[in-house]
């Protein structure tokens, strides 16, 4: 059975830093994803990251603050994410791909984890 399981959210102040973690169990992913939801907010793309780790793509309103990164080993994948903002409050989720391709289309991964809460305050 696939199952993602997120960790690392939490509250804390603008300009802060909190990594996230996302492991994966049942079946090795070629692409992953990070998406986040923001109350009353469609479900928006953060980061992709490849199999090797290689790749990465970002949204432009996370590019600079935000890394993806993964160890394969473990099937564990992670965003760093320093100098927050208010705006990045949201619940985060990371997706799984069978493809190898990475996609910014939440529609476009097949398994999803259940989320975990990041609060900014300014």
């Known amino acids: 059975q696939v199952q993602l399981v997120e960790s690392g959210g939490g509250l804390v102040q603008a300009g802060d830093s909190l990594r996230l973690s996302c492991a994966a169990s049942g079946r090795p992913f070629s692409s992953m994803g990070w998406f986040r939801q923001a109350p009353g907010k469609e479900r928006e793309f953060v980061a992709h990251?490849?199999?090797?780790?290689?790749?990465?793509s970002y949204a432009d309103s996370v590019k600079g603050r935000f890394t993806a990164s993964r160890d394969n080993a473990r099937n564990t994948v992670y965003l760093q994410m320093n100098s927050l903002k208010p705006e990045d409050t949201a619940v985060y989720y990371c997706?799984?791909?069978?493809?190898?391709?990475?996609?910014?289309?939440?529609?476009?991964?097949?398994?999803w984890g259940q989320g975990t809460q990041v609060t900014v305050s300014s």
């Open positions: 990251i490849s199999w090797s780790g290689g790749s990465t």
């Open positions: 997706a799984a791909r069978l493809s190898r391709f990475g996609s910014s289309s939440p529609t476009a991964y097949d398994f």
